[in-house]
Every structure is written in structure tokens, then in C-alpha cells.
């Protein structure tokens, strides 16, 4: 496997359910890019569980999603960052009504529903967007997946919406539909051929995401004060055309 030294990396989650290796159309795929936007290794498509649970610290974690994508992750690596394409956290109506703390009238619009959708999918919604919903869409495998990956090697919340280990990791959330035909992903993105498929195709936005998150992160449109942290955020680019 080949070396790297960048000091800085940037991953893109696109997760897929826990048991996604049964399910031909939607797995995990993983991509890394470095601080010159290059691929690192081969992007990768599959199932990480066993990745994730054999796992028992970030190190290990990071180590495993490089040798997925065949390569080694590098001594002294100044920081990697990690953008994941699924729901990491329930709305904060939603986790008082499963409590028994508490309910709230629902919105007739079910993109407005503060059961199904947080304060940043309703903020989407308004935009002209349709992310989908933990709660009705089928996806609670993956965001499962997703909140366990931060609870195990991530648990830190650093500010709403950005997780990290305490060290050089930090995991955000993304949205690839809302990003992808943006100028600022766009222009990244400049001659880069198709990776074979579309999960693939979203991580590779994600890990573009990720890098706007460290390097240039006033492209992307943060988090009012306004949001429970514990819901956290879908960062997008702050320019976000309709796909």
C-alpha cells in the first residue's frame, strides 16, 4: 500500500445501513482526499461494521477506513477531518415525546414536523430541499450507524454540529444533494470523472465538504445559535441552488 504524507485529510462518509452488504444498491462508500484535493489510495464500497465494532480507538478506526481504501494512514498526521451523509441526532421534540418529557403539536407539513425532522432538515425544507427523515424514511439503520461511529470515536461535542475525539479528529454532517451543483463544490470538483457509483459520487462530495470545513469554512452556512447542539447540523455550502 502506498504511503501518504500529507499532514491533513479529508473523509467522505456516504453510510449505508448496518447490514448494507445485503442490499446492492446502497452501501458504505468511503473516500479520502488530501489537502490538494487528490484521491488518496482507491475510493472504497461496502460494509464498515465490522470495521466499526472490531475497532477500539480512533486510531484504529482511521487505520481501518485507510487500508479499505488501500492505503496507510501516515505517523504524524496533523488532522482529519470527516463529512457523513446521514442523520446524527433526533430533534429535540422527538427525544421528549420517546421520554415521556414532553410533546409538541405537529406541523401540518410534514417537512416542518418536529417529530420527524430537525431544525436543520426544516431549514432545508424551506429552502426548496427534501432531506429525508430518521423517523419515516427508512434510514434509521444508517443514522444509527452514523451516531454510534461518533459515540465510539467521536463523543466530544465540539460546537453544534461538529464532533470530535478531543485530538486531531473532527466529524461533521453533509447533505451531497444540496452541495453537489454548487459553485464552490463545483469548481473543486473540475475534470474529475464519475468513480463507478453514485455512493461512491457522495462521498467524494462529502470528503470535498469536509475540506471546505477546514480550510474556507465561511462557503459553508453554519448553525444559528438557535439549534440544541444535541441535534446537531447538515453543513452545506451557503449558496444552494435546487438539484
Given at each position: 500500500?502506498?504511503?501518504?504524507?500529507s499532514p491533513?485529510?479529508f473523509?467522505?462518509?456516504?453510510?449505508?445501513?448496518?447490514?448494507c452488504?445485503k442490499n446492492?444498491?446502497?452501501r458504505?462508500?468511503?473516500v479520502?482526499?488530501?489537502?490538494?484535493?487528490a484521491?488518496v489510495?482507491?475510493?472504497?464500497?461496502?460494509n464498515?461494521?465490522?470495521s466499526?465494532?472490531t475497532?477500539?480507538?480512533?486510531?484504529?478506526?482511521?487505520?481501518?477506513l485507510?487500508a479499505k481504501?488501500?492505503?496507510?494512514?501516515?505517523?504524524?498526521?496533523e488532522a482529519?477531518?470527516?463529512?457523513?451523509?446521514?442523520?446524527l441526532?433526533f430533534s429535540?421534540?422527538?427525544?421528549?415525546?420517546?421520554?415521556?418529557q414532553g410533546g409538541?403539536?405537529?406541523?401540518?407539513?410534514?417537512?416542518?414536523?418536529?417529530?420527524?425532522?430537525?431544525?436543520?432538515e426544516?431549514?432545508?425544507?424551506?429552502?426548496?430541499f427534501?432531506?429525508?427523515s430518521?423517523?419515516?424514511?427508512m434510514?434509521g439503520?444508517?443514522?444509527?450507524?452514523?451516531?454510534?461511529?461518533?459515540a465510539?470515536?467521536?463523543?466530544k461535542?465540539?460546537?453544534?454540529?461538529?464532533w470530535?475525539?478531543?485530538?486531531?479528529?473532527?466529524a461533521?454532517e453533509?447533505y451531497p444533494?444540496?452541495?453537489?451543483?454548487?459553485?464552490?463544490?463545483?469548481n473543486?470538483?473540475?475534470?474529475?470523472?464519475p468513480l463507478?457509483?453514485?455512493?461512491?459520487?457522495?462521498?467524494r462530495?462529502?470528503?470535498?465538504?469536509?475540506?471546505?470545513?477546514?480550510?474556507?469554512?465561511e462557503?459553508?452556512?453554519?448553525?444559528?445559535?438557535?439549534?440544541?447542539?444535541?441535534?446537531?447540523?447538515i453543513w452545506?455550502?451557503?449558496?444552494?441552488?435546487?438539484a
Amino acid at each position: 500500500m502506498k504511503q501518504f504524507a500529507s499532514p491533513s485529510f479529508f473523509i467522505g462518509w456516504d453510510v449505508g445501513g448496518w447490514n448494507c452488504d445485503k442490499n446492492g444498491k446502497s452501501r458504505d462508500a468511503i473516500v479520502i482526499i488530501n489537502d490538494t484535493l487528490a484521491i488518496v489510495g482507491q475510493p472504497w464500497r461496502g460494509n464498515l461494521r465490522e470495521s466499526i465494532t472490531t475497532a477500539t480507538t480512533t486510531s484504529d478506526w482511521l487505520k481501518a477506513l485507510f487500508a479499505k481504501c488501500k492505503a496507510e494512514f501516515p505517523v504524524g498526521a496533523e488532522a482529519v477531518t470527516m463529512a457523513i451523509d446521514t442523520p446524527l441526532g433526533f430533534s429535540d421534540e422527538f427525544v421528549a415525546l420517546i421520554t415521556r418529557q414532553g410533546g409538541v403539536e405537529p406541523n401540518e407539513t410534514s417537512g416542518l414536523n418536529r417529530y420527524l425532522f430537525r431544525h436543520t432538515e426544516r431549514h432545508l425544507f424551506e429552502r426548496g430541499f427534501r432531506p429525508l427523515s430518521a423517523i419515516k424514511d427508512m434510514i434509521g439503520s444508517q443514522a444509527t450507524k452514523g451516531m454510534h461511529v461518533l459515540a465510539k470515536f467521536a463523543p466530544k461535542i465540539e460546537s453544534c454540529g461538529v464532533w470530535t475525539d478531543g485530538h486531531g479528529f473532527r466529524a461533521i454532517e453533509t447533505y451531497p444533494t444540496a452541495c453537489r451543483n454548487t459553485p464552490e463544490v463545483k469548481n473543486l470538483l473540475e475534470g474529475s470523472k464519475p468513480l463507478g457509483h453514485s455512493d461512491r459520487d457522495d462521498a467524494r462530495v462529502c470528503a470535498v465538504v469536509a475540506h471546505l470545513f477546514s480550510t474556507n469554512r465561511e462557503t459553508l452556512e453554519g448553525p444559528p445559535a438557535t439549534v440544541p447542539s444535541s441535534e446537531g447540523w447538515i453543513w452545506v455550502t451557503g449558496r444552494t441552488p435546487r438539484a
